[in-house]
């Protein structure tokens, strides 16, 4: 892998985002930590991939609104040039409300997040590279794009939505040297699971249904995002990588 390639990630201020700009900082690459609204948050991000060797600037970006995609993917270019690299990994948690009582507001914030705005920063990051010139983006999904929840049609929906996005951008743009792939995380130990972080009973009870009996933590989603981008994984794209201890394996049990 070599040192120094422009690396954006989105939702970098905390959880799996934070994680991979961490990561890819230890690897000395220039990384633009994309925030929502936590800017001292994002500067303790950026602070980390100094820290690692890497440089780092922070930008503030709404990933469903396109001007402020543009306005952001344009002061990263004037930073660090091009960006070689797309980690999207904003996105919201589930509503945990059922379809009965979803509010059309909800279903439409999580689909303008969770999957426009993998669209939006995806189509902004192809335009600029050049034909034939090597890239690689990395879309955090989840394993509930394919094992739904009760109370997360809006999640789930975005995220089954986000497989065919990165399948079908990955057939478009496999002529051009892009490759797509998605990271589908389980039970990871970030600020989305609050409660499992600071509630060991009930931590404990969602992790006695992993095969590994445990969570797993932002830095091992963000390892498998760093080695997807590499020279070691130059043949892989529109794959979609599990990462969950073996939990999704578990779903038909008692059936």
Not at 101 to 111: F, G, N, S, V
Not at 141 to 147: E, N, V
Not at 205 to 213: C, D, G, R, Y
Request: glycine share 10%; with cysteine; charged share 20%.
């Amino acid at each position: 892998m070599m040192a120094g390639r422009c690396v954006v990630v989105t939702g970098a201020e905390s959880g799996i985002g934070a994680g991979c700009a961490t990561a890819f900082g230890a690897v000395q690459d220039d990384v633009a930590v994309l925030y929502h609204s936590d800017d001292k948050a994002a500067d303790v991000t950026a602070d980390a991939v100094r820290a690692g060797g890497g440089r780092a600037i922070t930008v503030q970006a709404d990933v469903n609104d396109e001007h402020s995609v543009e306005r952001a993917f344009t002061a990263v270019e004037q930073a660090f040039g091009p960006a070689s690299v797309l980690v999207n990994s904003a996105g919201l948690n589930m509503a945990g409300v059922k379809v009965r009582d979803m509010t059309l507001a909800q279903w439409q914030r999580m689909l303008d997040t969770d999957l426009t705005g993998a669209f939006l920063t995806s189509r902004r990051f192809i335009t600029a590279r050049k034909p034939d010139v090597a890239g690689s983006i990395i879309h955090i999904s989840s394993i509930h794009a394919y094992a739904v929840r009760s109370g997360g049609a809006d999640y789930c929906a975005a995220k089954g939505g986000l497989t065919n996005l990165v399948e079908t951008m990955a057939i478009e743009e496999a002529p051009n040297g892009m490759r797509v792939n998605a990271i589908e995380p389980g039970m990871i130990l970030t600020p989305m699971n609050e409660r499992a972080m600071t509630d060991a009973a009930y931590r404990q009870s969602l992790e006695a249904n992993i095969p590994m009996k445990r969570a797993g933590t932002p830095a091992e989603v963000a390892a498998l995002a760093v080695w997807l981008s590499s020279d070691q994984a130059t043949y892989i794209t529109g794959a979609r990588i599990v990462i969950d201890g073996g939990l999704s394996l578990m779903q038909a049990l008692g059936a």
